[in-house]
């Protein structure tokens, strides 16, 4: 592995022609969640955000399932971790947990290349809540996903409930944390959560492959912009929007990208991008 990438243990990272390959790597446990595996992520997509070179992240699952959601190991370790004999410094280190959980996933939401996730198999619980901070989803057709939180008895509280109302319509976002019910691949196309469908996972991987290499191929300024626009469009008005905009671009519209871009286009080549 190369020296630049950090050593992680429970993900694997490549990066080849200026894509990030990130994969959930406990597939004995179908890729669940436990502890190293949170603070892992953080670490992985901080150093995506931080590496020029990364023009665009693919977070896949290795074996059959994406994700499994949060190891139930952790999950019944809790109450432990945050015992005190005083009940509101419990209750305190309890919501600093839920925080810091939140942060490993915002993690990859602040990244500023642009994250396609690749789904096959299980997409439950927490893999929602993951899956729902990338900026696009595939899915192979034996995807299934689920927001199971409600069938341990518990409020999903690391994005989901506040992402998937914004990704598909509201109604059917409450049903999903209501009922806690499986959905398969074409029902999360038909109602956008995912982007397309793929026949198996081998097409599934190829497919989203030719996706992240053609955003690798664009300008990593004018990407890192239409990501950071369209994050905040998406959280604030239309003219605080348009204001945004006119103030990024005041600032990035007259850069060497652009020069190359038209030179590009006058030479009837490809344009060439440093990182």
């Known amino acids: 592995m190369d020296a630049s990438l950090p050593s992680l243990s429970t993900l694997g990272l490549a990066l080849r022609d200026g894509v990030a390959e990130i994969c959930l790597h406990r597939p004995e446990r179908s890729n669940a969640l436990n502890e190293a595996m949170w603070q892992e992520l953080r670490t992985a997509f901080q150093?995506?955000?931080?590496?020029?070179?990364?023009?665009?992240?693919?977070?896949?699952?290795?074996?059959?399932?994406?994700?499994?959601?949060?190891?139930?190991?952790?999950?019944?370790?809790?109450?432990?971790?945050?015992?005190?004999?005083?009940?509101?410094?419990?209750?305190?280190?309890?919501?600093?947990?839920?925080?810091?959980?939140?942060?490993?996933?915002?993690?990859?939401?602040?990244?500023?290349?642009?994250?396609?996730?690749?789904?096959?198999?299980?997409?439950?619980?927490?893999?929602?809540?993951?899956?729902?901070?990338?900026?696009?989803?595939?899915?192979?057709?034996?995807?299934?996903?689920?927001?199971?939180?409600?069938?341990?008895?518990?409020?999903?509280?690391v994005g989901t409930l506040q992402r998937l109302p914004r990704l598909v319509p509201e109604g059917v976002a409450r049903e999903l944390a209501y009922t806690g019910r499986d959905f398969p691949a074409d029902e999360a196309c038909a109602m956008g959560l995912v982007n397309r469908v793929f026949a198996t996972p081998e097409a599934l991987a190829e497919g989203v492959s030719v996706i992240a290499r053609q955003i690798a191929g664009k300008s990593p300024l004018a990407i890192r912009g239409t990501k950071e626009m369209l994050n905040y469009a998406r959280d604030h008005s239309v003219a605080d929007g348009l204001n945004y905009v006119a103030t990024w671009n005041a600032a990035m519209l007259m850069s060497a990208d652009l020069d190359e871009a038209m030179r590009a286009a006058r030479e009837q080549r490809p344009p060439v991008f440093a990182d």
């Not at 005083?86 to 305190?92: F, L």
Request: aromatic share 4%; net charge neutral; glycine share 10%.
């Open 47 to 157: 150093w995506a955000d931080a590496t020029p070179a990364v023009r665009a992240v693919v977070l896949g699952g290795s074996g059959r399932n994406f994700c499994a959601g949060i190891d139930l190991a952790m999950l019944a370790g809790v109450a432990g971790r945050v015992a005190s004999v005083d009940a509101a410094r419990s209750r305190e280190a309890l919501r600093r947990l839920i925080l810091d959980l939140q942060d490993c996933l915002n993690a990859v939401e602040r990244c500023r290349k642009p994250v396609l996730a690749a789904i096959q198999g299980a997409c439950i619980g927490g893999a929602l809540d993951l899956v729902t901070c990338c900026d696009m989803r595939y899915a192979a057709a034996d995807a299934r996903f689920s927001v199971r939180e409600i069938d341990v008895g518990m409020t999903a509280d």
